[in-house]
């Protein structure tokens, strides 16, 4: 039995047991199926490329493009709350430093989720996205819902001791988690390989991808994955391929990351990828449905 049988065979018991330039069209909102079955279009922070990354606007736009999947960066308050940021400061992305100013660095761990919440995280990207709060990991879940899946990132999980249970708990008692976990349309992701162990060791239900920066994946390091992981995901300019026929021949699957141009669209589609993470989804479903 390969570990991906094993999986399938236990998601039905995990879910069960935890619970109680830029087109200005998109395809029809709410639209449940992507639009070419051998390609995974998947909205890097939600559709970031025209609402303010990892907040619930991104979600919204990026649903009603179509996409198949929405990615994430996971992190941890001061507090233990579970938020969605992708750079280990708030600076970046929120007006922090002007809401908190004799708090630099404004490390997203060495505040509350309270005092994170009173944050704008919208108006820096447009005026009309003032307002806009950072989401909790719940908040996300619950925006996501039960038609899209979920391509989280724990991001330098190595700052936050215990994650990996408490990522564990909070997914598995999350029933748009679970709807997903049960269409096998779930991952969770890092570049730290060695957490991501330890999450497969306290969650084996829930498949893991590991991300590639710097170059490509070497045979070792997939012959390896192929023991334990579902996914090898890349930047599309590591990549060619020969590197995508390799990570394929371990029975792995790869997402490549991010692409944001028709031509790197349509590259990564020729060459076998089984997803594109891109900040602009509405591009890459008009290519696919043109």
Same mark, same amino acid.
């Given at each position: 039995?390969?570990?991906?049988?094993?999986?399938?065979?236990?998601?039905?018991?995990?879910? %069960?047991?935890?619970? %109680?330039?830029?087109?200005?069209?998109?395809?029809?909102?709410?639209?449940?199926?992507?639009?070419?079955?051998?390609?995974?279009?998947?909205?890097?922070?939600?559709?970031?490329?025209?609402?303010?990354?990892?907040? !619930?606007?991104?979600?919204?736009?990026?649903?009603r493009q179509g996409a198949?999947?929405?990615?994430?960066?996971?992190?941890?308050?001061?507090? %233990?709350?579970?938020?969605?940021?992708?750079?280990?400061?708030?600076?970046?992305?929120?007006?922090?430093?002007?809401?908190?100013?004799?708090?630099?660095?404004?490390?997203?761990?060495?505040?509350? &989720?309270?005092?994170?919440?009173?944050?704008?995280?919208?108006?820096?990207? +447009?005026?009309?996205?003032?307002?806009?709060?950072?989401?909790?990991?719940?908040?996300?879940?619950?925006?996501?819902?039960?038609?899209?899946?979920?391509?989280?990132?724990?991001?330098?999980?190595?700052? @936050?001791?215990?994650?990996?249970?408490?990522?564990?708990?909070?997914?598995?008692?999350?029933?748009?988690?679970?709807?997903?976990?049960?269409?096998?349309?779930?991952?969770?992701?890092?570049?730290?390989?060695?957490?991501?162990?330890?999450?497969?060791?306290?969650?084996?239900?829930?498949?893991?991808?590991?991300?590639?920066?710097?170059?490509?994946?070497?045979?070792?390091?997939?012959?390896?994955?192929?023991g334990w992981a579902e996914?090898?995901?890349?930047?599309?300019?590591?990549?060619?391929?020969?590197?995508?026929?390799?990570?394929?021949?371990?029975?792995?699957?790869?997402?490549?990351?991010?692409?944001?141009?028709?031509?790197?669209?349509?590259? +990564?589609?020729?060459?076998?990828?089984?997803?594109?993470?891109?900040? @602009?989804?509405?591009? &890459?479903?008009? !290519?696919?449905?043109?």
């Amino acid at each position: 039995m390969t570990r991906r049988t094993a999986i399938l065979g236990l998601l039905t018991v995990t879910a %069960g047991a935890v619970l %109680g330039s830029v087109p200005t069209s998109t395809p029809e909102a709410g639209a449940d199926h992507r639009p070419d079955d051998g390609i995974v279009v998947i909205a890097h922070r939600g559709s970031s490329g025209i609402a303010p990354e990892n907040t !619930i606007a991104a979600v919204r736009a990026a649903v009603r493009q179509g996409a198949e999947q929405i990615e994430n960066d996971v992190q941890r308050t001061a507090d %233990g709350a579970l938020v969605i940021v992708h750079d280990p400061t708030l600076a970046r992305t929120t007006n922090v430093e002007e809401v908190f100013p004799d708090r630099s660095p404004w490390r997203v761990g060495d505040f509350t &989720l309270a005092e994170i919440k009173r944050l704008d995280a919208g108006s820096w990207f +447009a005026p009309e996205f003032t307002g806009e709060r950072v989401p909790t990991l719940s908040e996300w879940l619950r925006a996501v819902g039960p038609h899209r899946g979920m391509l989280l990132e724990a991001k330098a999980p190595e700052l @936050y001791p215990g994650i990996a249970e408490q990522l564990r708990h909070t997914l598995l008692g999350s029933r748009e988690f679970t709807a997903a976990l049960r269409r096998g349309d779930a991952v969770m992701q890092s570049f730290n390989h060695e957490w991501l162990r330890e999450f497969d060791a306290v969650a084996p239900g829930v498949p893991v991808g590991l991300l590639f920066a710097g170059g490509p994946p070497s045979r070792d390091v997939l012959a390896d994955a192929a023991g334990w992981a579902e996914q090898a995901n890349p930047a599309l300019g590591d990549v060619t391929p020969e590197i995508i026929d390799l990570i394929h021949s371990f029975g792995l699957t790869t997402h490549v990351w991010t692409v944001n141009d028709g031509q790197g669209m349509r590259r +990564a589609i020729n060459w076998g990828a089984d997803g594109v993470i891109t900040n @602009y989804p509405q591009v &890459l479903t008009g !290519i696919l449905s043109s």
